[in-house]
């Protein structure tokens, strides 16, 4: 299935998490923040978080500076 993540095309199989498209992305989960159709997904809740065909994902780096 189709999702896409911040404004790209990423392919996951069928049943697949945020989990498992943070991992995919190779991205330290360290200072993410995730949001799956302009809703936060909770990090405690990424591996229960199951994305569908279709699915807008915005993931952000927190940073810090002033």
Same mark, same amino acid.
């Given at each position: 299935?189709?999702?896409?993540?911040?404004?790209?095309?990423? !392919?996951? @199989? !069928?049943?697949?998490? +945020?989990?498992?498209?943070? *991992?995919?992305? *190779?991205? *330290?989960?360290?200072?993410?923040?995730?949001?799956?159709?302009?809703?936060? +997904?909770?990090?405690?809740?990424?591996? /229960? =978080?199951? /994305?569908? =065909?279709? !699915?807008?994902?915005? +993931?952000?780096?927190? @940073?810090?500076?002033?």
């Amino acid at each position: 299935m189709r999702v896409i993540c911040n404004g790209s095309e990423q !392919d996951l @199989a !069928d049943g697949a998490t +945020v989990q498992n498209l943070i *991992e995919q992305l *190779e991205l *330290e989960p360290r200072g993410l923040a995730v949001a799956v159709n302009d809703a936060l +997904v909770p990090k405690t809740r990424w591996s /229960l =978080a199951v /994305l569908f =065909a279709g !699915d807008r994902v915005t +993931v952000i780096r927190a @940073a810090q500076g002033g």
